[in-house]
């Protein structure tokens, strides 16, 4: 069986569960549920809190499991990052006050910095040398400048309403840029069967996710041109027509491209262009 955690609540949860219910898994039924069997898929889930996925994982006491970049980061664990899954994107940035002269990475040396991820920020200032006071938080970063506590915080930035409410404003670079991801444990070889089918799944729902299929018709003389505008992943299905003067071509293209490109198709000469939606894949 291999061991899955994935998180229990949070922004990453819903599209966690999602993406393994479309990858074919058995999700609870029910929010008290803490651990699912799926022995005809030859797993098991466990939900847990994002937090602390990593340290299972990096424990090995979970084989792989679904949280942000960000935790893993701050884990202070082995696990490693083995695949990243294209939702929960979210950037880890400096916030200082409105009317702060804090503007810009040196000025945070000599400050205090609140922060929920403490190791991940540290190891960030000391690539970038500069020496400051941590001050670790376990919530309500945003507060801790009006009480006092610290000059500016780290933390991690959504929409910025909330740092924007609370008086502060992002400044600086991003100190990371996050997503979810699905982490292993050393104890699993990348090329375990295991972790190779799991892999695979989860593959084929990003791909269902960002492609869609397209399907016109061309004349036989303008095929060489349209299959220019929708190349596909190998090569586009090209079939006869009853009208021997025309053909049928489907072919996978990027879901966020595909009105601009039934634009071009249809400026080359493409007719009864239809896109239809993936469920699954496997390329």
Not at 50 to 67: K, L, M, R, S
Not at 77 to 86: I, Q, Y
């Amino acid at each position: 069986m291999l061991r899955i955690a994935v998180p229990n609540k949070g922004m990453l949860s819903e599209p966690a569960w999602n993406m393994l219910g479309e990858a074919g898994y058995r999700l609870r039924s029910n929010p008290r549920q803490l651990v699912v069997q799926d022995p005809d898929n030859e797993v098991e889930l466990f939900y847990l809190r994002p937090i602390d996925i990593a340290v299972y994982v990096g424990h090995g006491t979970i084989d792989v499991g679904i949280t942000g970049r960000d935790l893993l980061l701050n884990s202070r664990t082995d696990a490693g990052e083995h695949l990243p899954l294209g939702f929960g994107a979210s950037t880890f940035r400096f916030a200082a006050p409105e009317a702060s002269d804090i503007q810009q990475l040196d000025d945070v040396d000599g400050k205090r910095v609140a922060t929920t991820y403490d190791k991940l920020l540290a190891d960030y200032l000391a690539g970038h040398g500069i020496h400051a006071e941590i001050i670790h938080l376990d919530g309500a970063v945003e507060s801790s400048v009006q009480l006092g506590v610290a000059d500016l915080i780290a933390d991690v930035v959504s929409t910025g309403t909330t740092l924007r409410n609370a008086g502060l404003r992002v400044f600086g670079e991003p100190i990371l840029r996050s997503e979810a991801v699905l982490v292993r444990s050393p104890r699993v070889a990348s090329n375990d069967e295991r972790l190779v089918i799991l892999e695979r799944r989860l593959q084929g729902v990003l791909t269902a996710q960002r492609y869609v299929l397209m399907d016109y018709d061309i004349p036989v003389s303008k095929v060489s041109a349209a299959v220019a505008v929708t190349p596909g992943f190998e090569s586009p299905t090209v079939s006869p027509l009853h009208d021997k003067q025309w053909a049928a071509v489907r072919v996978m293209v990027p879901r966020e491209k595909v009105n601009r490109l039934m634009d071009r198709l249809y400026d080359v000469g493409a007719r009864g262009i239809i896109v239809t939606a993936l469920q699954a894949s496997r390329m």
